[in-house]
């Protein structure tokens, strides 16, 4: 069997002097009312303002190189501050995706001219971007995408529908994932190409998706006939499937795919420490999951930083993490009484209403556990 585990990170005095200025940063925000602790705040916190903020103590676009107007930090850096906001449930949505993934794809695959484009843009927390891949009847096999794009004078005709693409009607740009040469059946995944695309040009619409909460941060983006100018392909046409296979270690295993319900479990612990009735035991059972998955998640940052290959570290962590949110949803809905705590159960009754997300979105679990074997030999 194979070991594709990166070596454990161990934080250095630096990273925990980091750590503590970033907390001690949130508690400010939070003190002076700059913003509400909440469940599953990267998906569907937007609040522009908190991103400015962030962006202007230099916590956006840490990885980024100084010369692209980033702070040349380090992925063990960057994921610090990360769970810090996280965990404290802090408003992160606006940025998420342009910060976690567009900027390491620019800086592996774009051109120098996207490089200087995008990337100051996104460390200043001023540049949003959306994630187009999943499409209807699609799933999570991305080799089955049906958005065309055709190449025409200058550029690329590109139609087709993303699905569940998130924050696309708050968002500036997205990176969208289109067919640009017919199906192999024998080769899916050869003939796919990605492209910047502006949301709010020409032959762009955007249509929201009302979820159980009643919010609307999915959405449906219908693609008739948008020009996309050469300039605006990233990477190089036809290889798209490598690219994005390429950026799922930054998608699947960062600290979100298990400090989503933290906000929730550190109010379980504190209304258990104020006399509450909920069991100790099975607080620490989640606790000490979580704990491990930060260790895991810790992990594959260090070799992130190291440009080590980590997709099935990345899938492991995704796997279990989202798991173990979605199990504590289920058992902090179950012990729901009349003696709740008003805090406990709002933000219970939240969690409830987002967790059917946390085991699909960045891939299905069922996916990734096929993937996890195939790639350790067991099949």
Not at 173 to 186: G, N, S
Not at 282 to 301: D, E, I, P
């Amino acid at each position: 069997m194979k070991d594709l585990t990166p070596p454990i990170t161990v934080e250095t005095p630096d990273l925990i002097a980091l750590r503590a200025e970033a907390r001690a940063w949130i508690a400010e925000e939070i003190a002076r009312d700059g913003f509400v602790p909440n469940v599953d705040s990267w998906m569907s916190s937007w609040d522009r303002e908190f991103t400015l903020r962030l962006a202007s103590k230099g916590w956006l676009g840490m990885t980024i190189p100084i010369e692209y107007g980033g702070h040349g930090r380090s992925f063990l850096e960057r994921f610090v501050v990360t769970e810090e906001l996280l965990a404290a449930g802090a408003p992160v949505t606006a940025h998420w995706f342009a910060d976690r993934q567009v900027a390491p794809s620019l800086l592996r695959f774009g051109t120098e001219e996207q490089k200087r484009r995008f990337l100051p843009g996104i460390a200043r927390g001023e540049v949003l971007f959306a994630i187009g891949m999943s499409e209807p009847d699609s799933g999570s096999d991305l080799a089955s995408v049906r958005t065309k794009g055709t190449k025409v004078d200058g550029g690329w005709s590109v139609t087709g529908t993303k699905v569940w693409t998130s924050n696309a009607h708050l968002a500036d740009w997205f990176i969208v994932l289109a067919r640009t040469e017919p199906l192999d059946p024998q080769h899916r995944h050869d003939g796919l190409s990605q492209f910047l695309i502006d949301l709010r040009q020409p032959g762009v619409t955007v249509r929201p998706i009302r979820s159980l909460s009643g919010e609307e941060h999915f959405n449906e983006v219908f693609l008739d006939d948008v020009f996309v100018p050469d300039d605006l392909v990233l990477g190089e046409a036809g290889q798209g499937w490598a690219q994005v296979t390429s950026e799922l270690a930054f998608e699947r295993s960062g600290p979100e795919r298990f400090l989503s319900t933290m906000p929730l479990l550190e109010s379980l612990l504190a209304s258990t420490r104020a006399g509450s009735e909920v069991p100790d035991h099975a607080l620490g059972r989640y606790f000490a999951r979580t704990v491990a998955l930060h260790t895991m998640s810790a992990a594959v940052a260090g070799g992130l930083s190291r440009h080590e290959r980590l997709d099935v570290a990345a899938a492991l962590v995704k796997d279990i993490g989202t798991a173990t949110e979605a199990d504590l949803v289920e058992w902090a809905g179950d012990m729901l009484d009349d003696d709740t705590p008003e805090r406990v159960r709002a933000l219970t009754d939240r969690a409830l209403l987002t967790r059917p997300g946390y085991t699909l979105r960045g891939g299905t679990n069922e996916i990734l556990r096929g993937v996890i074997t195939r790639e350790l030999g067991l099949r």
